[in-house]
């Protein structure tokens, strides 16, 4: 933005909106493109991001329906990635776009403590302090008829891994009957759900830039789908259509934010290939079944252990990039030293991950202290210190869990600043790490 004209309502108040010759009976004759300050009828309800309490805080109000497209106080819409599946769910006649949801019994599983962080602007800017209990906190407004609508949720549930089984008949992990409950490696977890809801202020200020600047750039590269990013510089939240995360906790929530016992915590980035179908290009499964087992491990000694599971499939550049990445590597010979260059060819970029959000949902758990950090990742450890979290000790992933055809991964991301106890090799000697080629797939496909 180069002036302030972009905030300025036009003269003529009807080029805001054009005439929709399809229109559904359930709408207006009139599409709102886009609203102004100022504009007659807009009266956002107050939010005041940083506020000591969510009454004096507010709730995040985003709804577009009815009466609330005036008095709307953030951009975006509910759902993160889905919400276009919930238009689409309108639009063909299987959702009521005035729908108000039921919340009776959706009460989190656990009542997480207030935190200091949850009303400090600079600690958490990716997601609403407030969001895991609405009901709770803004019981009033809604029998009232406010749409408002949880961006968290907290529950509680059994999960079992081939790993955690096989660790269980090794004798490296007991049955408890609290947390391991069975010889079959049955899990019991606290898990947590967050959708991205950003301050946009606060998100400029991680990433460097001015407040103006993000909030073009977000309005271009995402096709000029949020117009407000533009018009409505008095709107400071902004729920982005990406995925969100989800906490994992072993052992009792309440340990989390206790000091005075030991957390081992694993922070993991979506990688579908290798999380589901155990692709062995990565170490990602095998550090995340690495990271569970010492979770579940810490929890069991009187302890406690988190894995946090954010979105961000393909170092967030995303499966298709990725998958041409895996291309140019094995059709390039794939060695270590041309890792990174792979990517950077196609993508223009090695990383779009950004971890300068991260750390947030560890301020919300009210965590500030790592005992056992189960990454070996420069980035990530330079977020979440850079935020006040001390980190004790950081744990890499056993040599005897990498795939074969993940050393070129693992060996170049050391190469490039990755913690490890072992050896670091110069580019010289990445150049003699080879991934396996492609050799004998025309018996397949032919």
Request: hydrophobic content about 35%.
């Amino acid at each position: 933005m180069t002036s302030d004209d972009t905030n300025v309502p036009p003269k003529d108040a009807e080029t805001t909106a054009v005439q929709s010759p399809t229109s559904a009976s359930r709408y207006s004759k009139h599409i709102v493109l886009t609203t102004y300050p100022g504009q007659s009828g807009i009266d956002p309800v107050p939010l005041e991001w940083g506020a000591p309490d969510a009454e004096s805080r507010g709730p995040v109000v985003v709804s577009r329906s009815g009466a609330f497209v005036k008095r709307r106080n953030a951009m975006g819409a509910h759902g993160g990635s889905y919400s276009i599946y919930n238009a689409l769910a309108i639009a063909a006649g299987d959702l009521d776009p005035n729908f108000r949801p039921n919340f009776v019994n959706t009460e989190p599983t656990f009542d997480f403590p207030w935190q200091p962080a949850w009303s400090d602007k600079t600690k958490i800017v990716s997601m609403d302090p407030y969001g895991h209990d609405v009901v709770k906190y803004f019981s009033d407004k809604i029998n009232a008829g406010w749409d408002i609508r949880p961006t968290m949720a907290v529950t509680r549930a059994n999960m079992k891994l081939a790993e955690i089984g096989e660790a269980v008949r090794d004798g490296l992990l007991e049955v408890d009957g609290s947390i391991v409950v069975d010889s079959t490696g049955e899990v019991r977890v606290t898990k947590v759900a967050v959708e991205p809801v950003w301050y946009l202020p606060g998100v400029a200020e991680r990433f460097g830039v001015d407040e103006p600047t993000l909030r073009r750039t977000l309005f271009e590269h995402t096709g000029g789908s949020y117009p407000e990013l533009i018009t409505r510089p008095d709107l400071k939240v902004f729920l982005p259509p990406i995925g969100g995360l989800t906490v994992y906790i072993f052992g009792p929530p309440e340990r989390v934010s206790d000091e005075n016992v030991k957390l081992a915590l694993r922070i993991h980035d979506e990688c579908n290939g290798s999380d589901v179908f155990q692709s062995d290009i990565c170490t990602c499964r095998p550090y995340l079944a690495f990271g569970i087992r010492e979770a579940i491990r810490e929890a069991q000694n009187g302890g406690s252990g988190v894995v946090i599971y954010f979105r961000k499939e393909g170092r967030a550049l995303g499966e298709v990039t990725k998958y041409l990445v895996y291309n140019a590597r094995k059709r390039g010979g794939d060695t270590a030293d041309k890792y990174f260059t792979r990517t950077e060819n196609i993508a223009g970029v090695r990383d779009m991950r950004f971890q300068a959000l991260m750390p947030d949902i560890l301020h919300w758990l009210g965590i500030k202290k790592i005992d056992r950090m189960l990454s070996m990742s420069n980035m990530k450890h330079d977020a979440i210190v850079e935020s006040g979290i001390k980190i004790v000790e950081r744990i890499p992933i056993p040599e005897d869990m990498i795939p074969d055809d993940s050393r070129v991964e693992i060996d170049a991301k050391i190469n490039a600043g990755y913690f490890t106890t072992g050896k670091a090799y110069t580019m010289e000697e990445l150049a003699q790490v080879r991934g396996r080629g492609w050799e004998k797939w025309e018996d397949i496909t032919h």
